[in-house]
């Protein structure tokens, strides 16, 4: 009976990396490509002990969610995870496992939670991780990595989110990567109005920097991306120019600010390129915000004269106020956290004991029909009708008690009077504790 019932947490795990715990030199080499995520599902689950799993990949975090199977080892587990992580992307375990980080039950439904609010965001609070792990669990699921424990927990885990979100002020600021990029423009180009802006992608973070642009008077704005029909589609949302990525090179010394963000795995912009740009634009300063991992921008742009480049990681001191004006929202939104794990894993646990009572039920009426039926036949061959109904009595009642006791015998002989106690309760045994004090014992 313990086992049926265990807790379905119990056996949910999480290990990954994220923006405190790894460098984006670590993050971008253990990043996932949105088109090889399905494959990465499904070799996750052929060569781990996971039964079912979630890979979310973002430009802050690595994170493989993954369900235990029955008496798994936690810890083992964790371990495989962490070897595949690091051989799927051909690195060595031990250059990637300080930066690792491993949760396992309650505390890996938490970290959900928390990921999908945006507590554990770089920026707190901010609402494109919601976005981003709903589309990694709808990806999971399309691959058939998915099963009955992550249909169950990731719902409730989002409603939760959402619930954080809604019930407390930790969003209202509009504060995200993306605004910090822009925000960090608008302290260099005080004339936004006169100037350029050259974004690279299309993808929801150039989407959010289009919108911040605009809000801050940018003048003019140029979007570049692989295919020009989504770069126009963004474009037309913001009265801006669209191009192809093939084109940036030629355009680049028109722009001010260049804020990338692609899914590219190797760099769009090379030192070469860029220095070409600032002689033609006569040295004039260029502000470069590269928000990918893998990053979207040679690391020795940084070099070059009158060229500012920032990464995400650069981010951090231009959110800092930010994340002090929603700090004082934190630990309600803890509160809240922590209530929603509680009560997902109580509706878990009811859930659970639900279909241990209608397993119970159909294996005791499957009992009885057995039984009746060899009851009939017993009577059909003449036998005594009292004799009959004893030992129909006497046989089904031994074969519906028969789990119970030793389920209850196993509680004793492992001490655990309180679980002795709590079946007894359920069985009906009211004056049990009384008979156990007085001396009464199993046999």
């Known amino acids: 009976?313990?086992?049926?019932?265990?807790?379905?947490?119990?056996?949910?795990?999480?290990?990954?990396?994220?923006?405190?715990?790894?460098?984006?030199?670590?993050?971008?080499?253990?990043?996932?490509?949105?088109?090889?995520?399905?494959?990465?599902?499904?070799?996750?689950?052929?060569?781990?002990?996971?039964?079912?799993?979630?890979?979310?990949?973002?430009?802050?975090r690595t994170e493989l969610y993954?369900?235990?199977?029955?008496?798994?080892?936690?810890?083992?587990?964790?371990?495989?995870?962490?070897?595949?992580?690091?051989?799927?992307?051909?690195?060595?375990?031990?250059?990637?496992?300080?930066?690792?980080?491993?949760?396992?039950?309650?505390?890996?439904?938490?970290?959900?939670?928390?990921?999908?609010?945006?507590?554990?965001?770089?920026?707190?609070?901010?609402?494109?991780?919601?976005?981003?792990?709903?589309?990694?669990f709808a990806v999971a699921q399309e691959a058939g990595a998915v099963g009955f424990h992550l249909n169950l927990i990731f719902p409730e885990a989002f409603r939760i989110a959402k619930k954080v979100r809604t019930d407390t002020a930790i969003g209202e600021n509009p504060v995200s990567v993306a605004y910090a990029a822009v925000d960090l423009a608008r302290q260099i180009f005080r004339d936004m109005d006169r100037s350029t802006a050259l974004l690279l992608g299309a993808g929801e973070t150039i989407e959010l920097v289009a919108k911040h642009l605009r809000d801050a008077g940018?003048?003019?704005?140029?979007?570049?991306?692989?295919?020009?029909?989504?770069?126009?589609?963004?474009?037309?949302?913001?009265?801006?120019?669209?191009?192809?990525?093939?084109?940036?090179?030629?355009?680049?010394?028109?722009?001010?600010?260049?804020?990338?963000?692609?899914?590219?795995?190797?760099?769009?912009?090379?030192?070469?390129?860029?220095?070409?740009?600032?002689?033609?634009?006569?040295?004039?300063?260029?502000?470069?915000?590269?928000?990918?991992?893998p990053r979207d921008i040679e690391p020795q742009v940084a070099d070059?004269?009158?060229?500012?480049?920032?990464?995400?990681?650069?981010?951090?001191?231009?959110?800092?106020?930010?994340?002090?004006?929603?700090?004082?929202?934190?630990?309600?939104?803890?509160?809240?956290?922590?209530g929603g794990i509680q009560a997902l894993r109580e509706g878990l646990l009811e859930r659970q004991s639900a279909d241990?009572?209608?397993?119970?039920?159909?294996?005791?009426?499957?009992?009885?029909?057995?039984?009746?039926e060899k009851a009939l036949k017993m009577l059909e061959k003449g036998g005594d009708p009292g004799e009959v109904m004893s030992r129909l009595a006497r046989d089904l009642t031994n074969k519906l008690i028969h789990a119970p006791t030793a389920g209850l015998r196993q509680l004793a002989k492992e001490g655990g009077k309180s679980d002795v106690s709590k079946m007894a309760a359920v069985l009906g045994l009211t004056d049990f504790d009384e008979e156990r004090d007085e001396g009464t014992t199993l046999q």
């Open 218 to 293: 940018l003048g003019k704005l140029v979007i570049a991306n692989r295919t020009l029909e989504r770069a126009q589609q963004l474009a037309s949302q913001f009265d801006a120019e669209a191009i192809l990525l093939a084109d940036v090179t030629e355009r680049l010394p028109e722009a001010d600010i260049v804020i990338s963000s692609t899914g590219s795995q190797l760099p769009i912009l090379g030192k070469g390129a860029v220095e070409e740009a600032i002689k033609t634009r006569r040295w004039r300063p260029v502000l470069m915000i590269d928000l990918a991992v």
């Open 66 to 136: 993954g369900v235990l199977p029955e008496a798994a080892d936690a810890l083992a587990v964790s371990d495989q995870l962490s070897q595949w992580l690091a051989s799927h992307h051909q690195l060595d375990l031990n250059q990637i496992l300080p930066s690792i980080y491993r949760n396992h039950s309650v505390a890996a439904a938490s970290h959900l939670v928390r990921v999908a609010a945006g507590l554990n965001s770089m920026v707190l609070g901010e609402p494109q991780i919601f976005g981003q792990m709903k589309s990694a």
């Open 304 to 338: 070059i004269s009158d060229i500012y480049l920032y990464t995400v990681d650069d981010m951090r001191e231009v959110i800092e106020e930010n994340l002090r004006l929603r700090a004082s929202e934190a630990s309600k939104a803890d509160e809240i956290v922590s």
């Open 356 to 372: 241990v009572v209608k397993t119970y039920r159909d294996s005791a009426l499957a009992l009885q029909q057995a039984e009746l």
């Open 1 to 60: 009976m313990r086992a049926l019932i265990a807790d379905m947490l119990n056996k949910l795990v999480v290990v990954g990396v994220n923006h405190d715990s790894a460098s984006v030199e670590l993050r971008e080499r253990i990043a996932f490509a949105p088109e090889k995520v399905h494959q990465s599902l499904s070799a996750l689950i052929r060569d781990t002990a996971v039964t079912e799993t979630v890979i979310l990949s973002t430009c802050n």
